[in-house]
T-cell receptor, first 117, second 111 residues
Framework: EAGVVQSPRYKIIEKKQPVAFWCNPISGHNTLYWYLQNLGQGPELLIRYENEEAVDDSQLPKDRFSAERLKGVDSTLKIQPAELGDSAVYLC???????????????FGEGSRLTVL | KQEVTQIPAALSVPEGENLVLNCSFTDSAIYNLQWFRQDPGKGLTSLLLIQSSQREQTSGRLNASLDKSSGRSTLYIAASQPGDSATYLCAVRKGFQKLVFGTGTRLLVSP
């Protein structure tokens, strides 16, 4: 079974530039998450999708961050413009439905490490 | 607001030792609890998932227990190996709400 795939793995940009991250979840997983992880900290939720619908985006800084999940499969997370404080690892995760044997279990991708100069 | 604490923050042990990592949470009304492993520069790898109705889960040398009433979970690693060196994170989930992570325990197992 293929895992969660993210790209790019690493991205270095100058402040005020835009950046986008892409995520392909595990096939059949309806729920998709974007997390932000700062060094030495646990991940923090940015946004959660149930199929195409963003059901929890309360932690997403909407002035500069946006996300979409077209057709309920792949997702992109965009930052425009990027700021120095956005340097972090952006993690994508997916989970199967609550009627499955692994209900609520999260599976993470390798992450996209962003450095803003 | 759910808060998750992991103790110790860092642990260094010689190879072969059995060890216990601790996770505590403030709101006992959880849906499940999940233990993850994270290697430097990598994503999180799911180790064990304990549903709220369960008291423990086992996978190989790993055993995780859950005591909801006291707001605690432990991850037991038997016969530790250098390859176990990583950061271990626990996370709790309340229904459809977000997973709340602890800050992790950084484990180093020396040969």
């Amino acid at each position: 079974e293929a895992g969660v795939v993210q790209s790019p793995r690493y991205k270095i940009i100058e402040k005020k530039q835009p950046v986008a991250f892409w995520c392909n979840p595990i096939s059949g997983h309806n729920t998709l998450y974007w997390y932000l992880q700062n060094l030495g900290q646990g991940p923090e939720l940015l946004i959660r999708y149930e199929n195409e619908e963003a059901v929890d985006d309360s932690q997403l800084p909407k002035d500069r961050f946006s996300a979409e999940r077209l057709k309920g499969v792949d997702s992109t997370l965009k930052i425009q413009p990027a700021e120095l404080g956005d340097s972090a690892v952006y993690l994508c995760a997916s989970s199967p439905g609550l009627r499955t044997s692994r209900a609520g279990e999260l599976f993470f991708g390798e992450g996209s490490r962003l450095t803003v100069l | 607001k759910q808060e998750v604490t992991q103790i110790p923050a860092a642990l260094s042990v010689p190879e072969g030792e059995n060890l216990v990592l601790n996770c505590s949470f403030t709101d006992s009304a959880i849906y499940n609890l999940q233990w993850f492993r994270q290697d430097p520069g990598k994503g999180l790898t799911s180790l064990l998932l304990i549903q709220s109705s369960q008291r423990e889960q086992t996978s190989g040398r790993l055993n995780a227990s859950l005591d909801k009433s006291s707001g605690r979970s432990t991850l037991y690693i038997a016969a530790s190996q250098p390859g176990d060196s990583a950061t271990y994170l626990c996370a709790v989930r309340k229904g459809f709400q977000k997973l709340v992570f602890g800050t992790g325990t950084r484990l180093l197992v020396s040969p």
